[in-house]
């Protein structure tokens, strides 16, 4: 199984989202299975936010890893733009911990740019990092102008992650934001891998070269496409999904090697960036 360090732990290149999560409660415990199916699997990095559900999706972390030794696991939190500062960061973080039913988060991450100067946000980042309730800290939805203003504000080493949209549909990364982390050996998350339904993923899941890429790996169509996402080894995926089997299928596409032929192929069909693109977002 593929895996990269991130937060000072090594861990499988394919960890499990929770975005979207939390929110029905005719679903609950399906999705309680379906995390918790994903660590028996191999999986060892969940990500979530406060933003999710407004909490819920922490609620719904805290209660489907409560039977695993949480010294185990790599548990990735998000601060809101409005509460990244001095004044609300730390009583955020601590709502966070209440509804993870935890004392710290392993990684902590300011999830987009918002108002507050970033000197403040960095500030309060690292403070609470000395306090113990975070082990590391990063950001998610920076570019690579925001992560060259971050390093003036901080040791790069300091920077646990970049976390951005990325996906064959969404290369734009790979212009300058991929190869700038990777010069720094800043590991970058992938939220939104195989990206969401819709006409494009299910052309995708019908396109016959994809099909018979798969078949040839014993496996589908959207492992492959998360086994293209890591196919860099300073990208880890965060593919989220509610269905147990499925969760067990995508922490899977950790062990499909894609060769160099079938990198050209999927090139072909989804081609890399010629100029630099905006940073898309969802």
Known sequence: MKTLKIADRTVPAVGVGTWYMGEDSAIHQQE????????????????????????????????????????????????????????????????????????????????????TPLAETVSELQRLQKSGKILRWGVSNFDTDDMQELAQLANVQEIATDQVLYNVNQRGPEYDLIPWLAKQQIPMMAYSPVDHGGLKRSAQLKNLTLLAMAQDHQANVMQVLLAWVIQRANIIAIPKTSVPEHAQENIAAADIQLSPAELKTIDGIFPAPTEKEPLAIY
């Open 32 to 115: 309680v299975k379906a995390i918790q199916t994903a660590v028996h699997a191999g999986a060892r990095l969940i990500d979530t936010a406060e933003m999710y559900g407004s909490g819920q999706a922490e609620t719904l972390v805290g209660e489907a890893i409560a039977p695993f030794k949480r010294q185990d696991l790599v548990i990735v939190d998000k601060v809101l733009p409005q509460n990244a500062n001095k004044k609300d960061m730390a009583h955020s973080l601590d709502q966070s911990l209440r509804r993870l039913q935890t004392d710290y988060v392993d990684l902590y991450l300011y999830h987009w740019r918002g108002s």
